[in-house]
């Protein structure tokens, strides 16, 4: 039983003492004696026999809890004043101390202990999951670091701020979710705190799913035992509303049916992005592929993010191709530094080109994700990046380079609807992409074949000038019309043609009438035999449609004047120009080669006088029109007439240029125009 000393404090009664008495005060040690004794009035005994209830002890009632705590604070009192004794030996008063420690711990461990618990471990484990219950459920965001200042534990309001799952932030440097300049003070105040254990109050900006937050942060040491090399961060003043276009006013829309407004123009704006940019590439698929990319990029720098990066691969190397950033003077200068870095090896471009897959990092704590500048300053801190998207330029069998989007702080982070969106996008520019390396390797070949068709220069002929132009449709198919110059028996050999058929059949009709016409004239000076015996070589060919227009003419001297024996196959009627500036209109007229067995070509005589002009033409030229003014072929005299006195060459560079200016510069078929001016005969 317990009783009441006269100094207020319960005192357990000892084998020999008589209740009430005093407990003894502790004496120095004697010379030459062993160690003084604990005093016997209310200390614990020696360690290891335990000061409190014996190990396994029922748990006591409320009374004895409260009796038993305040014999602790009597015998610790009584240490205190042993301890402060002159000459005391302090090794038993340490051991006796140590003893209490342990009862106390034994008492405190039962009283965790309820019905039904297995031990203190038991209760300890409920306790931390009653604790991290209360943590994640805390109004407010609260974040747990390491000592290495990356998040540890995040709670749900903490996940609310940032639009993300609660699992999310674990790993991540916690100033990764701080805006960029105020990313470096915030580091300091957390490694100041680290280090002092005082407490941190700050005002920051933190990136949260709707843009910047002005927040305020309570930076505190953990005080839980053996968490002292964790920090609580507590964040204050940002809210988790719907952003305010959303917000619903008194009787409207819930939150549930603002979320699922939202989601709506979401999804609705990315359909209309998507169609915008299969729109603009299809119209433009003929185009260059800078321009295809610099049309893009546009587009989605207005868009989805406020930067936007083109990186394309030419030669095997990874190269920067087009920038867009904000439409402001401030953003000039940055936009020509930033197009002037090379995508780096390690940098997102460059990863993301290699691996042919995305990558998203919603908060931008890497500086070295967009590689450095010529000065050696992250990208990353130059656009103040807070949040980084990468799509590889992959048209599903190969990739051909990369597009990156950039989010400053006040734009939000991007969200996995904006991967998809980047990604649609890159595929479609890289199907452009390959349209038009292909589109462009057929030109190229095209346009060898069309150079044997159209050769640049005409054979000099003594006498007699030749000049040409040519003007050619885009696309890859080789044109249909050809001339050429070449020698006859008694003379010089001239024709021109073109081929009704724009399939790529038409290019091989083309070559086989071009070549039948110049081997044929080589034996047989006859123009009207040349174009008669072209048929049926055209006819031997099986032609699938197409046809062949053509004149074939043999030039030759006569008594001063330039004889042409003219055969026409349906090719329009040539005009003259003489010396004086008449324009005549010569005749035309006969079938085309390659449709009947029996077609008979036209014949004529024509005689020009010196400084006379010939021009022939292709039908290309004749109907060329003008929505306003009607057909070129209406006015092809009077424009002719104009040119009077010009060399050969001066009427064709003159006539072409009219061409252009007439039909607005709108090619809608090759237009071939071939020149002959008479001049002085050989020999005079």
């Not at 254990?197 to 799913?209: E, I, T």
């Not at 702080?409 to 609807?417: L, N, Q, R, V």
């Not at 003419?553 to 055969?567: P, R």
Request: glycine share 12%.
């Amino acid at each position: 039983m317990s009783v009441s000393s006269d100094r207020g404090q319960a005192m357990t009664p000892q084998p020999g003492r008589e209740p009430g008495r005093r407990p003894a005060r502790p004496r120095p040690a004697a010379p030459g004696r062993g160690p003084a004794r604990a005093p016997s009035g209310g200390l614990a005994a020696p360690p290891g026999r335990g000061a409190g209830p014996a190990p396994g002890a029922g748990r006591e009632p409320a009374g004895d809890r409260g009796q038993e705590a305040a014999a602790l604070q009597s015998r610790a009192a009584e240490l205190r004043l042993a301890a402060a004794l002159p000459e005391v030996e302090l090794r038993p008063i340490l051991d006796a101390a140590l003893a209490e420690v342990d009862a106390a711990a034994d008492a405190l461990a039962r009283r965790r202990e309820g019905p039904g618990d297995r031990g203190p471990a038991a209760a300890a484990h409920a306790e931390r999951r009653l604790l991290h219950a209360v943590f994640l459920q805390l109004p407010v965001p609260v974040f747990l670091l390491g000592q290495d200042r990356s998040i540890r534990r995040a709670n749900s309001a903490a996940a609310q701020l940032l639009g993300s799952a609660p699992g999310y932030a674990t790993g991540k440097q916690f100033t990764a979710l701080v805006d960029g300049s105020d990313r470096a003070r915030v580091q300091t105040q957390l490694a100041d705190a680290f280090r002092t254990g005082r407490p941190r109050q700050l005002d920051c900006r933190l990136l949260g799913a709707g843009g910047v937050v002005e927040a305020s942060l309570t930076v505190r040491l953990a005080g839980l035992r053996g968490d002292a090399d964790q920090l609580i961060v507590t964040v204050s003043g940002p809210s988790a509303g719907p952003p305010a276009d959303l917000a619903a006013e008194p009787g409207a829309a819930g939150p549930a049916e603002v979320a699922d407004l939202k989601l709506i123009r979401e999804l609705t704006g990315r359909l209309d992005l998507g169609a915008d940019s299969a729109r603009l590439l299809l119209e433009h698929v003929t185009a260059g592929e800078s321009a295809l990319v610099q049309r893009l990029v546009r587009v989605l720098a207005g868009r989805l993010a406020g930067w936007v990066i083109a990186d394309v691969e030419r030669g095997g190397r990874l190269r920067r191709q087009f920038v867009a950033g904000p439409d402001s003077p401030e953003a000039e200068e940055l936009t020509r530094q930033v197009a002037d870095v090379a995508p780096a090896a390690g940098s997102a471009p460059f990863e993301v080109h290699a691996a042919m897959s995305s990558q998203l990092i919603t908060h931008a704590e890497d500086t070295d994700a967009l590689g450095a500048d010529a000065t050696g300053m992250p990208l990353v801190m130059r656009l103040h990046a807070a949040s980084v998207l990468s799509v590889p330029l992959f048209d599903g069998e190969r990739s051909y380079g990369a597009l990156t989007l950039i989010r400053q702080a006040g734009e939000g982070h991007f969200a996995m609807t904006d991967v998809a969106a980047a990604e649609a996008a890159g595929e479609q520019l890289a199907l452009a992409i390959r349209a038009g390396r292909i589109f462009r390797q057929l030109s190229g070949v095209a346009g060898a074949y069309r150079a044997s068709l159209i050769p640049p220069e005409l054979p000099a002929v003594p006498g007699m000038e030749f000049a040409a132009a040519h003007i050619a449709t885009e696309g890859p198919d080789a044109g249909g019309d050809f001339y050429a110059v070449y020698p006859v028996p008694g003379g010089t050999g001239l024709a021109i043609g073109d081929v009704c058929g724009t399939t790529r059949a038409a290019v091989a009709v083309t070559s086989a009438a071009r070549h039948a016409i110049r081997v044929l004239a080589g034996h047989d000076r006859d123009p009207v035999s040349v174009l008669r015996r072209a048929n049926e070589v055209l006819l031997g060919e099986n032609l699938s449609g197409e046809f062949v227009t053509a004149h074939a003419a043999t030039l030759s001297w006569d008594e001063g004047k330039l004889v042409i024996e003219l055969g026409s196959a349906g090719q329009p009627a040539p005009v003259l120009l003489t010396a004086d500036g008449q324009v005549r209109q010569l005749r035309g007229g006969g079938q085309p080669l390659g449709i009947f067995p029996d077609a008979e070509p036209a014949a004529q005589r024509v005689e020009l006088e010196p400084g006379d002009t010939l021009l022939l033409y292709s039908d290309g030229v004749a109907d060329a029109r003008n929505p306003e003014t009607g057909y070129f072929g209406d006015r092809l005299a009077d424009e002719l007439a104009s040119l009077a006195g010009e060399s050969a060459a001066g009427v064709a560079a003159g006539m072409r240029r009219q061409l252009l200016e007439f039909c607005d510069d709108q090619v809608r078929d090759d237009m071939t125009l071939v020149v002959l001016r008479a001049g002085e005969p050989p020999g005079y």
